[in-house]
């Protein structure tokens, strides 16, 4: 599933370092690396859009792609908000499969209250990890990096994690 996002992170640095540019074709992806280009063509319509990865995301649910707001109304994702959509890598920056640096996203919050309390949560569960809370767009976020960065041991707390509120996501943040 891919959805759009625009407005609110218009103009706003993404995490790559640019500033987002919702006119612009780029998008947002949890695991593949800064500046990979992929097709992403609608089923439904068929119709396609050649993007850079340019930030992180989406957190939501079954949704794997989040593309900006220019590329969602070129295949069809802009009026339903969503759409199923076929995402294929034309070309990326480093390995895909292997390499590059983990953490695991750990929730989302409106409260910074419950967000400083898992995060001390993690601190005492996962020791040697680098637990980070801070203001996301949508609140506050709370990232542990295991040591080294390492992809299996994001993995394993990925799928040893349950939050109540924002999900767990493997995040790749190269």
């Known amino acids: ?7 609110p992170y218009h103009h706003h640095r993404g995490a790559n370092g640019e500033t987002y540019d919702q006119n612009s074709m780029t998008a947002a992806h949890r695991t593949l690396p800064m500046n990979s280009v992929v097709r992403v063509t609608n089923q439904t319509t068929g119709h396609a859009v050649v993007v850079r990865i340019t ?4 957190f939501v649910g079954d949704r ?3 593309l900006s707001l220019a590329a969602a109304k070129a295949v069809d994702v802009w009026r339903p908000g969503t759409a199923e959509v ?12 292997e390499g590059g640096r983990w953490c695991v996203q750990i929730g989302a919050f409106q409260n910074e209250r419950e967000a400083r309390k ?16 801070f203001t996301g767009p949508t609140g506050e976020w709370v990232r542990l990096r295991p040591p080294g960065d390492d992809k299996r041991k994001a993995q394993e707390v990925a799928t040893k994690t349950h939050v109540k ?4 996501f493997l ?4």
């Open 171 to 174: 995040v790749r943040l190269d």
């Open 118 to 133: 898992l995060k001390e949560k993690l601190q005492d569960h996962y020791e040697g990890a680098d637990v980070i809370q």
């Open 165 to 168: 509120e924002g999900g767990v």
């Open 86 to 97: 076929k995402v294929e890598v034309l070309s990326a920056p480093a390995p895909i499969a």
């Open 55 to 58: 930030d992180r995301g989406p």
């Open 64 to 66: 794997i792609i989040d």
């Open 1 to 7: 599933m891919a959805s759009w996002y625009g407005p």
